[in-house]
């Protein structure tokens, strides 16, 4: 025991030295140095300090805190040497925090004194308190904290005690303002499990928890507690809702009218394409930027007319835009969102399709898409259209002279837009829990979504609102480039439509007429609410965003089973998209429903083929050569296989790969916008 004491009487002797602990401290922060290195980085730098510092480090090796490599000559700080510069550290705090005196951890991770005006200041600031009131409170968090006894005091901590007493005197109001966003430190923790599971990085632990932030953000200080009340309570939708007041969600990039030789994007430069060379790298470029700014879809429109003054043929075609197409994929890959894009081109462009197969093959899982106007010959088509459906291509057909985008949001703009164009359809109204309030009673459904649809305005007015500011302050390079971009085409998206019309009218009454009035009424009601607040209105879709599957949970814990009664038998949540199985495309009934749908919904419809039962290339090209002749417009809604090994892909599950027999792989849909919610 006497040996002990003397031991550690020896070692408080050896840190009583602050030129000991600098040389500690710098051992413990940079590693293993040479005498020199560690001479230099401690402090003796003159020639005369060599004795002093050789005296000190002498000390530190005779009592084992650093042990010296003769080898290597090299300095290291021992496992004694790391717990005794821990223990230096806490006796500096204890004695700082011991004191009459109260101090600080604060947000900028220093240690402060305590000062009584910061809380004033962020109670005025923040707040919008009385000088008078501010003094009050802080005098009181003061007391409180003088009295906590506490080993030492944080700024979260001090918040939380300023917020407890705002409560007490009633002011809500004020601590609603001084809401701190943040993560719970088991929420993190939790992050690093979840991003593993999805087969993600470390940029995209780093993403979601930004966005967990930006969430908490826009619910606490950004929307009105009547909108942020009605998105937790399951009336309204918000999509992406870390992104929302940030981006658009779907992007039109008009390639052939990008402003050339201007610095349109941030350090770069488009330079006007002088060969075919060129039009590939400013595709890639503009899309990969483009990415950053959108929250669901970036659509590269007009590509076709930056291509033919190069004269190109099939060949050079197929395999420029292949090698562009794997470009955009790997810089997609690098960016931690899921925003998937697409390119618009007419059917029978030479080598666009061949080129579209190629770049499939390389990948596991596509991140760029295709649409495709079909309004010609159709043979072909359906050939090529088969084989890329069955290996999991993202591609949408249609005939609309609108542009539409690979979701189905449709390119209609008040006034003639720019090269760039950010639409907003990211907020949904929940109508089956209007239809479940109003128990079949019509008139108040309808008055009750007109009240849902005012908030719903109001969100999005806010919205744009804020798409300007951060516009105007540069963080939006590309969007700004556009003398449209102080304007965003909105769409209020609605989910459940159907299964709302079929509650209020009666399951066995839902016919063409019932859903094209509907959607009139509903149309009118938006249409009429949204000009108050938006100069050009907002329209509605029946888009999907991945929101169905939340609204229809919250309802099903408010209401029970009573909801699945609401449902369509191929659901198991409410449908943000129109689904077209094999029994609805032989309908007539049904066909002439889906284009009053389409026609009827004036900002955009995501219409899909149902190919997750059983089919083989035959039936597959039965079904598609149907949709070609029936349909204004669809996608296919397919879950893929994908083997880890080869890449080989498969429509239905397997338990080995057929081509290299390995038994490991991985899935995607083809709905990438719903990979949230889609198993």
């Known amino acids: 025991m006497e040996h002990a004491a003397k ?3 020896a070692i408080f002797s050896v840190i009583a030295s602050s030129s000991r602990l600098e040389i500690l401290h710098r051992l413990n922060t940079k590693g293993s140095l040479s005498y020199s290195e560690l001479k230099a980085l401690a402090g003796f730098r003159a020639k005369k300090e060599s004795g002093k510092f050789a005296y000190h480090l002498r000390r530190l090796v005779k009592h084992q805190l650093v042990s010296h490599d003769r080898a290597e000559k090299k300095y290291s700080i021992t496992n004694l040497g790391k717990t005794v510069l821990m223990l230096a550290k806490q006796i500096e705090e204890q004695s700082v925090l011991g004191g009459s005196r109260i101090y600080v951890r604060t947000s900028k991770y220093m240690l402060e004194e305590f000062k009584l005006d910061k809380i004033v200041q962020s109670l005025v600031k923040e707040g919008g308190m009385s000088l008078d009131m501010a003094y009050k409170i802080a005098a009181e968090a003061e007391s409180r904290l003088s009295r906590s006894q506490t080993t030492y005091v944080t700024a979260p901590l001090i918040r939380e005690m300023v917020n407890a007493i705002l409560l007490e005197m009633g002011l809500e109001e004020y601590r609603h303002k001084l809401a701190r966003v943040g993560l719970p430190v088991a929420d993190v923790s939790n992050l690093f499990d979840y991003i593993a599971r999805q087969e993600k990085t470390v940029s995209d632990l780093m993403d979601q928890a930004a966005q967990r932030v930006m969430s908490d953000y826009l619910l606490h200080s950004q929307l009105s507690r009547t909108v942020a009340d009605a998105y937790m309570s399951g009336e309204l939708g918000i999509a992406r809702l870390g992104h929302w007041a940030l981006k658009s969600d ?18 770069s430069f488009l330079e006007r394409p002088t060969s075919l060379d060129d039009v590939w790298r400013n595709l890639v470029m503009t899309t990969a930027y483009a990415a950053r700014e959108a929250s669901f879809e970036v659509q590269v429109t007009n590509l076709m007319e930056c291509i033919k003054p190069f004269d190109a043929g099939r060949a050079e075609i197929q395999h420029g835009l292949a090698r562009a197409l794997k470009d955009i994929q790997f810089q997609l890959e690098m960016q931690p969102s899921d925003v998937i894009a697409s390119i618009e081109v007419a059917a029978g462009e030479e080598g666009v399709l061949e080129a579209y197969e190629a770049y499939l093959s390389t990948v596991q899982k596509p991140r760029v898409g295709l649409v495709i106007n079909f309004d010609g010959p159709k ?3 359906i050939r090529r259209g088969v084989e890329i459906v069955q290996n999991g291509g993202l591609i949408t057909f249609t005939r609309s002279p609108v ?3 690979l979701i189905g949001v449709k390119h209609i703009v008040e006034e003639p837009s720019g090269p760039v164009v950010g639409f907003l359809h990211g907020l949904s109204i929940n109508l089956p829990r209007l239809a479940l309030e109003a128990e079949g009673d ?3 459904f309808r008055a009750k979504l007109a009240m849902l649809a005012r908030l719903a305005v109001e969100a999005a007015a806010l919205r744009q ?4 500011d951060i516009g105007g302050k540069g963080l939006l390079p590309l969007l700004s480039i556009s003398s449209t971009s102080r304007e965003f085409p909105t769409a209020i998206n609605t989910v459940g439509m159907l299964e709302a019309i079929r509650f209020l009218r009666g399951a066995g009454e839902l016919k063409p007429q019932h859903i094209g009035e509907e959607i009139e009424r509903v149309v009118e009601i938006i249409g009429k609410v949204s000009k108050e607040e938006i100069s050009d209105g907002a329209g509605i879709s029946i888009l999907a965003d991945g929101e169905a599957k939340r609204l229809y949970e919250l309802d099903l814990n408010r209401y029970g089973r009573k909801v699945e009664t609401l449902l369509f038998e191929t659901e198991d949540h409410y449908l943000s998209m129109i689904n077209v199985t094999r029994r609805e495309m032989a309908r007539a009934d049904s066909l002439e429903m889906l284009k009053n749908i389409v026609s009827g919904v004036n900002r955009g419809v995501t219409v899909t083929l149902d190919m997750r039962m059983k089919l083989d290339s035959g039936n597959t090209t039965d079904f ?11 996608t296919s809604r397919l879950k893929v296989y994908v083997c880890r090994n080869c890449g080989q892909r498969y429509i239905l599950q397997q338990n080995r790969c057929n081509r290299c027999r390995q038994s490991f792989f991985t899935s995607y849909n083809t709905l990438r916008w719903l990979t949230d919610i889609e198993s």
């Not at 779907?250 to 350090?267: E, H, N």
């Not at 598609?624 to 669809?634: D, S, V």
């Open 7 to 9: 031991r550690v009487k």
């Open 250 to 267: 779907t992007l039109f990039v008009d390639l052939s009218a990008l402003p050339y030789d201007q610095r349109v994007i941030k350090a």
């Open 379 to 381: 043979e072909p088509l």
């Open 403 to 405: 542009k539409t985008s």
């Open 442 to 444: 019509e008139t108040y």
């Open 465 to 468: 609102k804020r798409l300007r």
């Open 624 to 634: 598609l050569e149907e949709a070609f002749n029936k349909l204004p417009l669809f």
